[in-house]
């Protein structure tokens, strides 16, 4: 299977669902709305939530439950960029050759667009209950989506790795924590949420935060790898800007070899718990690997 | 009654429910914590606490389900005005006294403790629904609040706020706009919420709406009264400074005098409708009358 051409097929099917949910850019407050959508349709592979509807699929999901937390999942990874990319963050203008959003916007739009797509993730997937009154799937649902974008899971790996910079010295445990977090966090509520509505019990849905926190783990690992040997046009970035920038690294704790063997361990170890459920969704089998084997 | 001697007994009643779901300050992310907990910590009147638990009493509510939305909607009031006092923003460096979040924690920790704080209320909400499973009424609440803190609530108002300022200029609507959402909003969340949660008609909802609404908006304009005729010591800003920061404003609308009338008319009505349920709190009365009859 061509898995790029599948993946860009899969991405245009959760745009249907996320377009269905992005605010109509009227009223006095407009700005910031078009500021919100131009946040989301900016793009990205929407890895989150064909991961999340490929894990409800695995279940045997196939109910309308699934499409506002596919919507509110993006709607959080964006924001979370949009914070990222503000001058106190990162102060980056651009973003897949695009202006960010406050570089468009002005910078308080920024803040405000990127506080109105976290609230409009809740307000969302919120709707959820009144797909499915009562259901106590969707409660669960909604508490696994708070816990893994907060303080707890993503804006948690945020803070650790903003103080982390420019800090060789730090601990492989601290960079372990920030790994886990930052990115690993929003997958392993992406594939959680389509286990816990595809009507995984809930050993299954702790298999499936396994495999995610290992595929999120080896995903930024093989970031480090590829920011030493990626070819510099493929990865759209200069190679050895984390070195330049004294960026705590996996390569630098375990070197090259060692850590590109890690990505692979962790991804087998992945699919091997992934394989272990009495169910098959071969195309989610191969997006793991991809996520992680990538050359960019 | 001495209002002010009931108001801070009464606050330290919904700081016991709040200091219960603030987050523990360990953990690599201990930063971020602290930013948060300082920020709530810094104090305020809890006013939008205490309008949602004397709400819930109105309608005979006494049950533990109010304690995780009394602590939430006051993070999301919190994280407002961390967001606020930032330098991209109204670039405050004090708040009652205190140094802002981001003047003590730096601006990065300043977006992600409010960042932080925003998602932190909508996960210790949502742990209402494990207090009573498959309770439409929780459902109703957590949407409710959702809403109005969102861009069509709260954020909405903060953003015509700003793309409105040192524009004389502006339409009567767009200022009736922000102070209905940028003020009001909250205030409506927290009457709604407690009365939803105390067991209040969906017709009585709206009514609950109705009065909130215009308390919010008589709050607000004696705002703009007060920053005309205040005495400087008692408000604890410079008199004026609305002029000289040409906001617009009710007062330059409407002038002096309407304006106070207009405070009168709007409190009155709203009272009108609140005695006009068959439930009674004097307290809640006279917190009303309080809140925008006060010389401060």
Known sequence: MDINKELAYKASDVDGMIYKYLPAEKGYQKTVLQAMNYSILAGGKRIRPILMTETFKLFGGASEILAPFVAAIEMIHTYSLVHDDLPAMDDDELRRGKPT??????????????????????????????????NPRV?????????????????????????????????????DFIYELKTGALIEASMMIGAILGGASSEEVDKIEQVAKKIGLAFQIQDDVLDVIGDKETLGKNVGSDEKNQKPTYVIFEGLEKSKQEVKTLTEEAITILQGLPYENPFLTELLRWMVLRDK
């Open 139 to 175: 409660a669960k649902a909604l508490q696994v989506l708070a816990n893994k974008s907060g303080v707890y899971g993503m804006i948690g790996g945020q803070v650790v790795d903003v103080e982390s910079e420019k800090q060789y010295g730090i601990s492989k445990n601290r960079l």
């Open 101 to 134: 959003t406050h570089a468009k916007f002005g910078e308080a739009m920024g803040i405000l667009a990127g506080d109105g797509l976290l609230n409009y993730a809740f307000e969302t997937a919120l709707s959820a209950l009144d797909i499915e009154p009562g």
